[in-house]
């Protein structure tokens, strides 16, 4: 059975468990395995599953969260005995977003005031009980309300978090109102559902922050990692803090989407994009052992395999010396869940799996 962990909170530009299961096999047991664009964790929490020592990071708070809710979460009684003190001291809150169109027609009013008492009761970042629990309403924070109970909003793809008038818009052309949900009772549900699977027996670590930085985020494992398994940002796809913007409200940012031009969540030139590749392979490669393999799943509008295993080769190369490209993979996309909200919807159809060794 696949492990219910995996699918706390899915979003847009995922790899699925299978691809790190597969690179996971040819690596021996106990080696430390860095995924320095760590996503929803999967990475991480595969190799943990497998007997691997699994290190993660991620410049998005929605997914350190949820990496780290994986990584290292808490016991089931822990996480029924939070959600029941959240619920006891539950009070209302007054914020300006139950004035806001979007949140008055996302949720139901009773369910908004419980998410905004949640948000302001769960300390996420300091307390790994409270960071699991964030991880669950974040997965249950928007999706198919109509298909599952156990989503707090209207309707809306669980993978992305719609624009705010585009949401508006749809949902008043199509007549949807938000269904009243019990948070709390989700939140338990929820619990119970995922802790049908065993968490697994290692503990992992999870940083927050640039992998450009990575040698000084991780400074206990200089020298130990001896294989990368990732997916970086797509060249000129996706802005994740603007795509999952919903979520990082819950987890204490802005109230409204951030600019697609905003930080470089999204790189829009070949050139730039390269550049912060190149960048964060010098700031990892502290952590690295002599005989790293490096396992890389890349795509982008307009990036061919051609240029793909170039532009890594040359990158890799200037931070970790001579590599070797052992593997190169062409893979398909499949039509996705955000097409199904927004038909027209343009995306990359192409993705490429690489493999590099050191040497």
């Given at each position: 059975?696949?492990?219910?962990?995996?699918?706390?909170?899915?979003?847009?530009?995922?790899?699925?468990?299978?691809?790190?299961?597969?690179?996971?096999?040819?690596?021996?047991?106990?080696?430390?395995?860095?995924?320095?664009?760590?996503?929803?964790?999967?990475?991480?929490?595969?190799?943990?599953?497998?007997?691997?020592?699994?290190?993660?990071?991620?410049?998005?708070?929605?997914?350190?969260?949820?990496?780290?809710?994986?990584?290292?979460?808490?016991?089931?009684?822990?996480?029924?005995?939070?959600?029941?003190?959240?619920?006891?001291?539950?009070?209302?809150?007054?914020?300006?977003?139950?004035?806001?169109?979007f949140f008055q027609a996302c949720f139901d009013a009773m369910t908004l005031r419980q998410i905004l008492w949640l948000r302001s009761s769960l300390?996420?970042?300091?307390?790994?009980?409270?960071?699991?629990i964030a991880a669950m309403a974040a997965g249950c924070l928007h999706g198919e309300s109509h298909r599952s109970a156990r989503v707090f909003s209207?309707?809306?793809?669980?993978?992305?978090?719609?624009?705010?008038?585009?949401?508006?818009?749809?949902?008043?052309?199509?007549?949807?109102?938000?269904?009243?949900?019990d948070v709390f009772e989700i939140l338990r549900q929820e619990a119970e559902f995922r802790y049908a699977s065993l968490p697994a027996a290692l503990?992992?670590?999870?940083?927050?922050?640039?992998?450009?930085?990575?040698?000084?985020?991780?400074?206990?494992?200089?020298?130990?990692?001896?294989?990368?398994?990732?997916?970086?940002?797509?060249?000129?796809?996706?802005?994740?803090?603007?795509?999952?913007?919903?979520?990082?409200?819950?987890?204490?940012?802005?109230?409204?989407?951030?600019?697609?031009?905003?930080?470089?969540?999204?790189?829009?030139?070949?050139?730039?994009?390269?550049?912060?590749?190149?960048?964060?392979?010098?700031?990892?490669?502290?952590?690295?052992?002599?005989?790293?393999?490096?396992?890389?799943?890349?795509?982008?509008?307009?990036?061919?395999?051609?240029?793909?295993?170039?532009?890594?080769?040359?990158?890799?190369?200037?931070?970790?010396?001579?590599?070797?490209?052992?593997?190169?993979?062409?893979?398909?996309?499949?039509?996705?869940?955000?097409?199904?909200?927004?038909?027209?919807?343009?995306?990359?159809?192409?993705?490429?799996?690489?493999?590099?060794?050191?040497?």
């Amino acid at each position: 059975m696949r492990h219910r962990f995996h699918s706390i909170c899915p979003y847009f530009a995922m790899f699925p468990e299978a691809f790190a299961e597969k690179h996971l096999r040819v690596i021996p047991e106990n080696t430390v395995v860095l995924d320095p664009f760590s996503g929803r964790g999967t990475t991480v929490f595969q190799s943990l599953l497998s007997g691997r020592i699994g290190l993660g990071i991620d410049v998005n708070p929605v997914a350190v969260c949820v990496s780290r809710a994986k990584a290292n979460p808490p016991t089931i009684s822990e996480i029924r005995d939070r959600i029941r003190a959240v619920e006891e001291s539950f009070d209302v809150l007054t914020d300006p977003v139950q004035e806001d169109p979007f949140f008055q027609a996302c949720f139901d009013a009773m369910t908004l005031r419980q998410i905004l008492w949640l948000r302001s009761s769960l300390k996420w970042r300091e307390d790994k009980v409270d960071c699991f629990i964030a991880a669950m309403a974040a997965g249950c924070l928007h999706g198919e309300s109509h298909r599952s109970a156990r989503v707090f909003s209207n309707r809306m793809p669980r993978t992305i978090s719609t624009k705010p008038a585009y949401s508006v818009r749809w949902w008043s052309e199509r007549g949807c109102t938000p269904p009243k949900r019990d948070v709390f009772e989700i939140l338990r549900q929820e619990a119970e559902f995922r802790y049908a699977s065993l968490p697994a027996a290692l503990v992992g670590v999870v940083k927050e922050g640039d992998a450009r930085d990575g040698a000084d985020l991780l400074p206990d494992w200089r020298g130990q990692v001896g294989a990368i398994i990732t997916s970086p940002p797509y060249l000129d796809v996706t802005h994740f803090r603007e795509d999952q913007w919903l979520r990082v409200w819950l987890l204490g940012g802005a109230s409204k989407p951030c600019s697609a031009k905003e930080g470089d969540d999204r790189h829009w030139d070949a050139v730039s994009y390269w550049k912060f590749l190149e960048e964060s392979w010098k700031g990892i490669a502290p952590l690295m052992r002599d005989d790293v393999r490096l396992t890389i799943r890349i795509g982008g509008n307009r990036l061919t395999a051609e240029s793909a295993e170039e532009g890594l080769d040359r990158t890799l190369s200037s931070a970790f010396g001579r590599v070797v490209c052992k593997e190169v993979v062409t893979s398909e996309i499949q039509r996705g869940q955000l097409r199904a909200f927004r038909p027209n919807a343009a995306g990359i159809r192409r993705e490429f799996d690489l493999v590099f060794q050191i040497g």
